[in-house]
Structure formats: structure tokens, C-alpha cells
Nanobody, 126 residues
Framework: QVQLVESGGGLVQAGGSLRLSCALSGRTFSNYAMGWFRQAPGKEREFVVGINYSGGSTVYGDPVKGRFTISRDSAKKMVYLQMINLEPEDTAVYYC???????????????????WGQGTQVTVSS
């Protein structure tokens, strides 16, 4: 059973930065593609970014391109989301997700991910 635990959320002013972390336990990390999704109040959960099993391929949602960067550390079984130039519109609960697979391209649809963390709140004040 895969377990995901996010950390690093918080309150930041517009233009600031945060780094989210996600720890995977229970399975071989290198067999899983990882992703970040977010859900703002009253809105559907949306794709933020995905990274494939090796870290060699990433896909970003349009709203975060150029501002967010995903990375993974296989030795630590961690995935990170570095966020810069944060905007009030980035305010949401951010979820880490995982899916088993060694495809070149990471998935970006919500229903393609099998495991989810509990979420971490990111609030960007204007």
C-alpha cells in the first residue's frame, strides 16, 4: 500500500515562494509517476504538474508554467514542488498523487492517479 504525506504549505504574500514536499512510503518509489494537484474552495481539483518515474519527463499545467518546478529524489523517496512568484490565485489545498507505471510521459488526468496524500494548504495573500 502506498502512503503519501505532504508538507510545506503555509501562508505567503503574493510574489513569495514556498516549497512543498511529498514523502512516499510502502512501495518502490522509482516505479511510480508522481503528480501535484490543487483544489481551491468551490472549484474542482486541477492538475498542477507531473513527473515520470525516472524524473526525465515533466508536464506542467498552463497556470503554473515558468513559476513552479517539480523534482524527485529517489534516494529519499521524495517529490518536491518549488513555487515562486506566487499569486493569490494559487491559493488552494495541494495534493500529492502517485500512480504505478514507467511510461515516458507522466499522466495529467486526475483519474489516472491511484494514491493521494491528505493535502497541504497554501494561502497567498495579496
Amino acid at each position: 500500500q502506498v502512503q503519501l504525506v505532504e508538507s510545506g504549505g503555509g501562508l505567503v504574500q503574493a510574489g513569495g515562494s514556498l516549497r512543498l514536499s511529498c514523502a512516499l512510503s510502502g512501495r518502490t518509489f522509482s516505479n511510480y509517476a508522481m503528480g501535484w494537484f490543487r483544489q481551491a474552495p468551490g472549484k474542482e481539483r486541477e492538475f498542477v504538474v507531473g513527473i515520470n518515474y525516472s524524473g526525465g519527463s515533466t508536464v506542467y499545467g498552463d497556470p503554473v508554467k515558468g513559476r513552479f518546478t517539480i523534482s524527485r529524489d529517489s534516494a529519499k523517496k521524495m517529490v518536491y514542488l518549488q513555487m515562486i512568484n506566487l499569486e493569490p490565485e494559487d491559493t488552494a489545498v495541494y495534493y500529492c498523487a502517485a500512480t504505478y507505471g514507467t511510461n515516458t510521459c507522466p499522466p495529467f488526468e486526475l483519474n489516472e492517479y491511484d494514491y493521494w496524500g491528505q493535502g497541504t494548504q497554501v494561502t497567498v495573500s495579496s
